[in-house]
C-alpha cells in the first residue's frame, strides 16, 4: 500500500520513530530487577547463586600457592590478565587462576572454569 502525502515513513503509530525504545518511568521501588539466564530466559532472581555459607565452603577448596617461573609466564584463563606472585589452585584438577577471579567464580559455580571438575565435593 502506498504511503499518503501526511504519513511520516519514520514514525510508528504511537508518535514515535521506530527502533526507538518506549520508555515507562517507574519510581525505584516498583522498578523491578531482572536477570538473564544464559539460554536466554527472563527471570527475577539470578540462578546459580550460591549461599554465604556455600561460597565459604568452596573458598576452603582452594590452596593459595607460590607459582614456579613456568606458571607464573601463564594467564588467567579467567580474565585473561598475567599472574603475579601467587594463585589459586584447585586441588582436585591442579588449575590455577587469580584468586579474586575464582572467588568470584564460586559465587555461581562450584566447578573448575577450564576442566569442570567439582571444586568443593
Not at 503509530?13 to 521501588?29: A, C, D, H, K, N
Not at 546459580?48 to 588467567?76: F, N, P
Not at 598475567?82 to 555461581?108: D, K, T, V
Given at each position: ?21 518506549m ?5 525505584p ?19 546459580g ?5 556455600e ?45 579474586s ?21
Amino acid at each position: 500500500m502506498p504511503l499518503q502525502q501526511d504519513q511520516n515513513p519514520t514514525r510508528n503509530p504511537f508518535g514515535t520513530q521506530f527502533g526507538t525504545p518506549m520508555r515507562i518511568p517507574l519510581s525505584p521501588e516498583r522498578r523491578p530487577t531482572m536477570y538473564v539466564t544464559p539460554d536466554g530466559f527472563i527471570v527475577d532472581r539470578p540462578i546459580g547463586v550460591a549461599s554465604e555459607a556455600e561460597v565459604q565452603r568452596r573458598k576452603a577448596a582452594l590452596r593459595i600457592k607460590i607459582l614456579t617461573e613456568q606458571q607464573h609466564a601463564d594467564v588467567c584463563s579467567i580474565c585473561l590478565d598475567p599472574h603475579i606472585e601467587r594463585a589459586a589452585f584447585i586441588s582436585i584438577c591442579g588449575h590455577y587462576f587469580h584468586n579474586s577471579c575464582m572467588e568470584r567464580w564460586l559465587i555461581e559455580k562450584n566447578t573448575c572454569p577450564l576442566c569442570n571438575e567439582t571444586v568443593a565435593p
